[in-house]
């Protein structure tokens, strides 16, 4: 009888919680630091769906922006932070669909402060297909084009608020991925304008796998969305009978878009077979630079004692790579199911 209730009790909790404004959450105006006078202060902006880590979710230079993900009937706000989401079970997450923010809910968590805490904006969008948070954020912005201008001047800013936008080609540790890596350049002192620049860059060099602890629920998923740019995913997902035991899918995406080059008999079979492709990479990468990212819908410490992981990190660090483990986002338990594993790779462009 639990069971039975259990779904009722948590769309409750999901429409009561969907109608909460949080104070706290509110941006606080901050001191202009005078350094903002010749350094431009840039911040990057990043969706719910981003796979970031504790320390990046804690750093001054980054903002999470909302996601809309909506049921028949309700609709939740995920902001990414203690998020009802991650608690849910398979049947919840696949009866939902994630939407871009609407704009009031953006100036809610956004303006003014934001507004005069930065001196740049660079959003790394999760791929288009899946979500675009950019039109709302554009929108919110240029309707408060001269309100925006009015405060800065009576706070001795620069009139323009630069928002560059820099599409990933990617999502879930792929986003975070480059997002972490804007992150270190604008804590390096590199310009703003110059660090969006390098960042879309980057992206054409980004690479993404990821191994569906579900693949039928990731199909139904990416049907909703009726993208043909996902066909590839859903195709490899939808279980034909020609893969009935071999239904684990190991699904990549890079900047020629989706593919899917592998299906495996089992879940950790498939996983083993991503993380040898990857410490192959890495191997025959020739020189330092690489930066690698595995997000998890599980336990981080389990994944760590997993033998093919160890194997990847061991060769991570022969091959002086950046490594990090993160959990999954809780809105990208959606696309790609509970309990599913993500793996980003950047590799710089060997020289001739």
């Given amino acids: 009888m639990e069971s039975q209730q259990l779904p009722e009790k948590n769309e409750y909790l999901l429409g009561f919680e969907s109608t909460q404004q949080q104070r706290a959450q509110r941006e606080s105006l901050l001191p202009v630091d005078p350094s903002r006078a010749t350094q431009a202060y840039g911040v990057v902006l990043v969706d719910a769906a981003a796979d970031i880590s ?25 902001k990414g932070q203690r998020s009802r989401l991650r608690h849910l079970g398979r049947e919840m997450l696949r009866g939902a669909l994630i939407e871009p923010p609407a704009v009031d809910s ?40 001269p309100d925006i201008v009015e405060m800065r001047r009576q706070r001795g800013l620069d009139d323009k608020l630069p928002l560059a936008l820099v599409d990933s080609g990617s999502l879930l540790s792929g986003t975070a991925l480059l997002a972490r890596m804007v992150l270190r350049m604008l804590e390096a002192g590199i310009e703003p304008a110059e660090s969006a620049r390098r960042a879309q860059g980057l992206a054409a060099d980004l690479r993404l ?20 740019a996902l066909v590839p995913w859903e195709q490899a997902c939808a279980r034909p009978l020609r893969n009935l035991w071999r239904r684990y899918p190991v699904l990549q995406a890079d900047a020629q878009g989706l593919s899917c ?49 160890d194997a990847l990190r061991l060769q991570a660090a022969q091959s002086r790579a950046h490594l990090h483990v993160t959990h999954m986002s809780a809105a990208g338990r959606i696309w790609a199911s509970a309990g599913s594993l993500s793996v980003a790779l950047y590799l710089p462009p060997t020289s001739m």
Avoid at 209 to 225: A, C, F, K, N, V
Wanted: proline content about 8%.
């Fill in 209 to 228: 796998w990821l191994i569906p602890q579900h693949p039928s629920d990731t199909h139904e998923g990416l049907l909703r969305l009726r993208q043909p």
């Fill in 261 to 309: 080059e592998q299906h495996l008999k089992s879940w950790r079979a498939a996983v083993n077979a991503c993380l040898e492709q990857v410490g192959q990479l890495l191997r025959d990468h020739a020189g330092p630079g690489a930066w690698l990212q595995l997000s998890f819908d599980g336990s981080l410490r389990e994944l760590q004692t997993w033998p093919e992981f």
């Fill in 54 to 78: 504790t320390s990046m979710a804690a750093s001054p230079r980054l903002r999470l922006l909302p996601l809309a993900v909506r049921w028949p009937g309700r609709t939740l706000l995920e």
């Fill in 106 to 145: 953006l100036e809610y968590r956004l303006y003014p402060p934001l507004a005069l805490n930065a001196d740049w904006l660079i959003h790394i969008g999760t791929r288009r297909e899946l979500v675009d948070t950019a039109i709302p954020l554009r929108h919110m912005l240029d309707a408060h084009a």
